[in-house]
């Protein structure tokens, strides 16, 4: 019998990726179904992104780059900080790396020990707590609901906080809740961290430019600037390029943890690929309109959606602040119907029977939730929506 490691048996495959899967298969034996499960924009890659890779293939950057990434893109990242987020850093502070993903890996590896507690407020993306688990770290979940708009409050964070917690992540706008935080609300909470020398900080930016909050983004850095000695801030292209599939995402931090989370990194995966580092360099140094056509169109679907979904009967749905996610409850429609017991079992009734594909809020920490993803047109939107009130009835 082969033997698998303790380690890989306690976490599960990623449940996002599961129900795209699962909706592609059915796809596959000719069923028609809407997918609201991706974690993707469904725009392409703009073209002088697209170019600059092309043109890096042609100058022969096909070879191995530095671990950390290439110093036109750590340059370009740098600036990026300056000029969107008014952060400091040297080049010793950043790491590039295969996707956002891996940036957290790479953190969870190189700060946490075993039984060491990782505060994860829930609704959380699905992966904090798997990774911190491969860490062999303790994920410590901060449950939170509507009535807080899905965000954690500060005697939240100081109750879970023992001499155990080495880390905190916190990710504004949120996948899946679409929530951001205030820079008031992270004053407060930055308060609490003050109090902590412990805990690091992962802020996890992926979303920064999809919001309409009207307010400037903001971070934890941005409303406590005390904790930039043991915060990190992690982004990418993933997510505001439509750039998913390049697999760049980058952090920056305290020189030590970055040079460790390096090493990690050089003993796993290396660089991340030198053309897609190309790539991110135009999108970051380019020009950014782009994002901004990306987010119009979001906006203009979430407003649709929010109203569409509270016309259903048994869903509540709150407006979101960004992302391209709304996170309703659908506890009154599964309370009413008698054949389903939990959001797990409802969410497989509407792929089945209804051939619309979305994610049960268990997969984030949240039951009695679902997550639909915007992330395709406004047609399929207007499909998916027509299919709900008919399996709602
Ligand atoms: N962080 C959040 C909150 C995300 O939703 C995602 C992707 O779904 C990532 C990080 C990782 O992005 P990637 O590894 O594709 O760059």
Known sequence: DLQLSSRVQAIKPSPTLAVTNKAAELRAAGQDIIGLGAGEPDFDTPDHIKEAAIEAIKAGQTKYTAVDGTPALKKAIIAKYKRDNDLEYEANQILVSSGGKQSFFNLALATLNKGDEAIIPAPYWVSYPDMVLVAEGKPVIIETGPETRFKITPEQLESAITDRTRLFVINSPSNPSGMAYTLEELKA???VLKKHPQVMIATDDMYEPILWTGAAFCNILNATP???DRTF???????AYSMTGWRIGYAAGPAKIIGAMKKIQSQSTSNPSSISQAAATAALDGPQDCVKEMVTAFKERHDYLVKALNELPGVECLVGDGTFYVFPSFQGAIDADSAV???VEFAEKLLKDAGVALVPGSAFGSPGHMRLSFA??????KEAISRLQKALG
């Open 226 to 228: 005390e904790l930039y």
């Open 341 to 343: 017991g939990n959001d």
């Open 233 to 239: 801030v992690l982004n990418g292209v993933s997510k």
């Open 376 to 381: 395709t047109s406004m047609k399929n939107l």
């Open 189 to 191: 909470i930055g308060e």
